[in-house]
């Protein structure tokens, strides 16, 4: 579908301020969230599977080797420690989980351990599967479909004509051919980027027609949350009505992506969260993220629910946007849900958390400084 805005009117929108002018924005992206999903949401929670020591150079993430920030590190978890988060996540009342590992590319045992993961999420727990494990060949998609994951997460963080300012070891060209590879698997796209790293509105803007050129059936947003010792570490959060605003931009220019709002989101957002669920979401990530703390799972759900939308487990596996997510991928029924009643609170099951399971490990050595971009900065505002 068309974006119902054009690249002029979106520049526009951008340059909205002050509560009614962002409101009225607001109320337009609802309106057109509602169209196309009704009350239905799609909540995921993600597993750190594997973390830090990345040999990568992305501005934003402490994991990188270019970072002077210490390294948030832990080896592969086993497959039944992905499970072990899942049924977290599950008891929370996300519809999905993601298994994410550092870096941009997974060793043969790595990738074994992910697809014997993915299979017990699947025999296990309600819960679709979703992975974000770098770049991916073709064969290695197809292997992922046959485990039963449904979708794949690769980003592409920013706007292109942004891009080398964010890293220049990852190129954009092999993340479109990720994506291509995913596609053609049969699997189902999960591609955004991130807010705020220095990108002018304009690239903004650019970044939201970029993905909707890709046109990816999820798109996860994240605001940066400066890590200190990162590239990107001294860059000021982003006003909470700045969040809100772009958001709903988003939504007009790609008006039929499920979107989630992840990383960052507690800190830019803070009291701000339910209105930018107004502005177009479709669900956010529960429980907690890569390396920061999350939220409360009973929080998360009030939101949406104080806005009449179901957050409710269902036969499904959840939400049931669109019709065919979750046809095609592993025979025979759904297992039953082995949860009854859904946790409040992060304390009540085992989630991922960073700030126990991370091992904080100081660089021995000065790291390599970031290389300079090879394009130069459009500084338009
Ligand atoms: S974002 Fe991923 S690829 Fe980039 S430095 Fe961090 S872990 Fe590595």
Same mark, same amino acid.
């Given at each position: 579908?068309?974006?119902?805005?054009?690249?002029?009117?979106?520049?526009?929108?951008?340059?909205?301020?002050?509560?009614?002018?962002?409101?009225?924005?607001?109320?337009?992206?609802?309106?057109?969230?509602?169209?196309?999903?009704?009350?239905?949401?799609?909540?995921?929670?993600?597993?750190?599977?594997?973390?830090?020591?990345?040999?990568?150079?992305?501005?934003?993430?402490?994991?990188?080797?270019?970072?002077?920030?210490?390294?948030?590190?832990?080896?592969?978890?086993?497959?039944?420690?992905?499970?072990?988060?899942?049924?977290?996540?599950?008891?929370?009342?996300?519809?999905?989980?993601?298994?994410?590992?550092?870096?941009?590319?997974?060793?043969?045992?790595?990738?074994?351990?992910?697809?014997?993961?993915?299979?017990?999420?699947?025999?296990?727990?309600?819960?679709?599967?979703?992975?974000?494990?770098?770049?991916?060949?073709?064969?290695?998609?197809?292997?992922?479909?046959?485990?039963?994951?449904?979708?794949?997460?690769?980003?592409?963080?920013?706007?292109?004509?942004?891009?080398?300012?964010?890293?220049?070891?990852?190129?954009?060209?092999?993340?479109?051919?990720?994506?291509?590879?995913?596609?053609?698997?049969?699997?189902?796209?999960?591609?955004?980027?991130?807010?705020?790293?220095?990108?002018?509105?304009?690239?903004?803007?650019?970044?939201? +027609? %970029?993905?909707?050129?890709? !046109?990816?059936?999820?798109? @996860?947003? #994240?605001?940066? /949350? *400066? &890590?200190?010792?990162?590239?990107?570490?001294?860059?000021?959060?982003?006003?909470?009505?700045?969040?809100?605003?772009?958001?709903?931009?988003?939504?007009?220019?790609?008006?039929?992506?499920?979107?989630?709002?992840?990383?960052?989101?507690?800190?830019?957002?803070?009291?701000?969260?339910?209105?930018?669920?107004?502005?177009?979401?479709?669900?956010?990530?529960?429980?907690?993220?890569?390396?920061?703390?999350?939220?409360?799972?009973?929080?998360?759900?009030?939101? +949406? %629910?104080?806005?009449?939308? !179901?957050?409710?487990?269902? @036969?499904? #596996?959840?939400? /049931? *946007? &669109?019709?065919?997510?979750?046809?095609?991928?592993?025979?025979?029924?759904?297992?039953?849900?082995?949860?009854?009643?859904?946790?409040?609170?992060?304390?009540?099951?085992?989630?991922?958390?960073?700030?126990?399971?991370?091992?904080?490990?100081?660089?021995?050595?000065?790291?390599?400084?970031?290389?300079?971009?090879?394009?130069?900065?459009?500084?338009?505002?």
């Amino acid at each position: 579908m068309p974006s119902l805005i054009t690249f002029e009117e979106a520049l526009e929108l951008g340059e909205a301020e002050g509560q009614d002018a962002i409101g009225e924005i607001v109320e337009r992206a609802w309106a057109v969230r509602q169209e196309h999903f009704g009350d239905s949401t799609d909540m995921c929670s993600l597993v750190n599977a594997k973390s830090g020591g990345c040999a990568e150079d992305c501005g934003f993430c402490a994991q990188s080797r270019y970072a002077e920030a210490d390294t948030p590190m832990h080896a592969m978890l086993s497959p039944d420690q992905i499970l072990e988060h899942a049924r977290a996540a599950e008891a929370a009342g996300a519809h999905r989980f993601c298994m994410v590992t550092q870096g941009q590319g997974l060793s043969k045992r790595d990738f074994d351990s992910i697809e014997k993961g993915a299979r017990l999420v699947a025999e296990h727990t309600n819960l679709k599967r979703c992975v974000s494990i770098g770049h991916i060949s073709p064969t290695r998609a197809r292997k992922l479909a046959d485990a039963g994951v449904q979708r794949v997460h690769h980003n592409v963080e920013t706007a292109r004509s942004y891009y080398d300012e964010v890293t220049s070891t990852v190129r954009y060209e092999g993340r479109i051919r990720t994506i291509d590879a995913v596609r053609d698997a049969g699997l189902e796209t999960c591609v955004g980027g991130i807010l705020n790293l220095g990108e002018s509105r304009r690239q903004r803007v650019e970044m939201a +027609f %970029e993905l909707a050129e890709v !046109n990816p059936t999820s798109v @996860p947003i #994240n605001l940066l /949350n *400066p &890590r200190a010792g990162t590239k990107f570490g001294d860059r000021d959060l982003m006003d909470p009505w700045e969040v809100v605003k772009w958001v709903a931009i988003f939504r007009l220019i790609i008006p039929e992506a499920l979107f989630r709002l992840c990383g960052g989101r507690v800190e830019n957002l803070d009291e701000l969260q339910p209105l930018a669920v107004k502005a177009g979401l479709n669900g956010v990530m529960m429980g907690n993220f890569l390396t920061t703390l999350g939220a409360e799972p009973a929080d998360d759900r009030e939101m +949406f %629910e104080d806005l009449g939308l !179901n957050v409710a487990r269902q @036969p499904d #596996n959840g939400s /049931n *946007p &669109r019709p065919d997510n979750r046809e095609g991928w592993l025979d025979g029924e759904s297992p039953r849900t082995p949860v009854d009643e859904l946790i409040d609170s992060q304390a009540e099951a085992n989630f991922w958390d960073p700030s126990t399971q991370l091992r904080v490990v100081k660089k021995k050595r000065r790291p390599p400084a970031y290389p300079r971009p090879a394009a130069t900065r459009d500084e338009s505002r």
